[in-house]
């Protein structure tokens, strides 16, 4: 559901606002904004769908306004798109960054000018179903560099993701990712040229030659982070320990990869460790020291606010959008959900999507795996 600010603003007066028939332009009923909006909630509360689209946040951000407002997005949000655009995306695994316990930042320069450049030629090599697709494409030459793994480098640096040191290291990673695909991007410009519609873009009244429209995007990286084998995007860990459905009666078992490490340099029993395979979380579990727990905390322990904040955290160094999940509790109300919309827009978000544990008669990941399972591990 896409809401503008005054949208929001009428939701927090509890003014009316108007229902009009797309089909003919006609205002078909006036209700109140606040009651529309806790339908909504509900809506997401009972199936996590549907997500919100801030769209007058991301048209502040529309690099072409000459060209039309956006309106719409990718499927998960993550790339606002101008009509007939498409999206390029590429995602870095942050966790290949971090040796001795110290990021490699000359190691993630190197690799962002190459995702950059990667990305660029991938607008060349592809095939268009349209005319109109590969006009506007070409025309713009947006790409969608992003980010995975960001939860496997936290518990590589030591840091819990539920913690202000993780706030600023995210600003710290995406700031640098930020300046460096934007000298990747001037430095492709000055050997191949500007995108051919930045005479008018708001990037040549700040006299910045790009290449690309855009260059950044945060995806929630389901499949590629299995492929991968690390966190998703810019999630915390969903579970320590969980079954994955992804056929019909069929579900692959999967645990940390680096939860049989630091249970050894922890010395924790094997019953502890049983117990926290079970479970999924090392939540309620006794003899689990806290600073190990701390660094292990699941996304459905991380209160749903700081969620947020992690996406506003990135997003402000983001120029498409960031897509992220905010995991609820099985115990979470409408109300949380409708708290968690309105401080996204309060924080710059660009959108917001929601789910509630077991709020659906099937669901992708479960938490937790039985003895018998984890010996398939």
């Not at 028939?21 to 009651?35: F, I, L, M, T």
């Not at 993780?166 to 990673?173: F, Q, S």
């Not at 692959?252 to 926290?276: S, T």
């Amino acid at each position: 559901v896409a809401i503008t600010d005054e949208e929001i603003e009428r939701v927090k007066r509890g003014e009316k606002v108007e229902l009009v028939n797309p089909r003919d332009g006609k205002v078909w009923e006036r209700v109140n904004a606040r009651e529309l909006f806790e339908t909504i909630a509900e809506s997401a509360w009972r199936s996590g769908e549907p997500g919100l689209l801030f769209l007058d946040t991301i048209n502040r951000a529309n690099p072409t306004p000459h060209l039309g407002d956006i309106v719409a997005t990718n499927p998960c949000g993550e790339v606002p798109l101008l009509p007939y655009e498409s999206c390029n995306l590429g995602s870095l695994n942050l966790a290949k960054f971090v040796r001795g316990g110290k990021i490699q930042y000359d190691r993630l320069r190197e690799v962002v000018w190459k995702a950059v450049h990667f990305l660029d030629n991938v607008i060349e090599a592809n095939r268009y179903p349209l005319e109109a697709i590969e006009k506007m494409v070409k025309g713009n030459r947006k790409i969608g560099l992003g980010v995975m793994g960001f939860a496997d480098m936290l518990v590589q640096l030591g840091i819990p993701y539920f913690s202000e040191e993780a706030l600023k290291i995210a600003a710290e990673v995406m700031h640098f990712i930020a300046l460096e695909a934007r000298m990747a991007s001037l430095d492709l410009a000055a050997r191949r040229g500007t995108f051919p519609n930045y005479p008018q873009s708001v990037w040549a009244k700040k006299n910045l030659p790009l290449r690309n429209a855009t260059l950044l995007s945060i995806a929630p990286t389901g499949s590629i982070s299995i492929i991968a084998s690390c966190s998703s995007g810019i999630e915390p860990l969903f579970a320590l320990a969980f079954r994955r459905y992804v056929l019909e009666h069929t579900e692959l078992v999967e645990v940390h990869p680096l939860l049989e490490e630091m249970f050894q340099r922890f010395g924790i029993p094997e019953e502890i460790r049983k117990a926290v395979l079970e479970r999924g979380t090392m939540a309620g579990i006794e003899g689990i020291p806290e600073t190990l727990h701390r660094l292990f905390l699941t996304a459905l322990e991380i209160p749903p606010d700081f969620h947020v904040r992690v996406q506003a955290t990135f997003q402000k160094y983001v120029d498409n959008a960031v897509s992220k999940t905010v995991n609820l509790p099985e115990s979470a109300t409408p109300q949380d959900v409708f708290r968690v919309y309105l401080l996204a827009h309060e924080l710059g978000c660009k959108g917001i999507t929601v789910y509630r544990y077991e709020s659906r008669p099937q669901q992708v990941l479960y938490l937790g795996v039985s003895e018998a399972q984890c010996e398939e591990c």
